[in-house]
């Protein structure tokens, strides 16, 4: 099995100034810049010959390249219960087709539909227990979150391994438009 997602990653012009509002949440786990990204759709884990079929669909996928900018800022969840905080991303038609289109490439490949409604964002941090009034306050400080826009002319299969430092994702595949 493999925990596989497709992603945009976020160049590091682009990275860089989000470390600067990884502050102000007691015990938020604040994600690495090398961990930033958009995902276009997780798949889970997953059988490694599945892995295989999901690759070929995934390159079949083409799109005109498009510019994509990071607004806004978020949260999971709610009251106790919010678990990470996120960079959003700016309303893009093009970003929006690329997913379904990952979606798609999903199904094609034997995997179920994706039921969450897709939220692009950037996760900044995960977080357990944090204190709401805490959470709000970053949020309202970062709500006006915006970044120059950057190109995207490809998108990545990355896998996902679990240690006791948290997650880190590799690079798979590289899929070029």
Not at 58 to 73: D, K, R
Not at 93 to 107: D, I
């Amino acid at each position: 099995m493999i925990r596989l997602f497709a992603a945009i990653h976020i160049p590091e012009d682009i990275a860089e100034p989000l470390l600067d509002r990884q502050d102000g949440i007691p015990g938020a786990d604040w994600r690495d810049m090398d961990a930033f990204h958009i995902t276009l759709r997780f798949f889970g884990d997953i059988p490694e010959n599945q892995a295989d079929d999901l690759d070929a669909e995934l390159s079949t996928i083409t799109s005109p390249p498009f510019a994509v900018e990071l607004a806004g800022a978020g949260a999971f969840g709610e009251g106790e219960k919010i678990h990470a905080v996120w960079a959003g991303v700016a309303d893009n038609p093009l970003l929006t087709q690329l997913h379904g289109r990952c979606e798609a490439g999903a199904r094609r490949a034997g995997l179920a539909p994706e039921t969450r409604l897709y939220k692009p964002h950037v996760t900044l941090a995960y977080l357990k227990r944090p204190e709401p009034p805490k959470v709000a306050a970053w949020i309202q400080a970062n709500n006006l979150l915006k970044s120059p826009p950057f190109g995207v002319d490809r998108f990545g299969l990355y896998s996902s391994h679990h240690t006791r430092d948290g997650s880190v994702y590799r690079l798979e595949r590289e899929y070029r438009f």
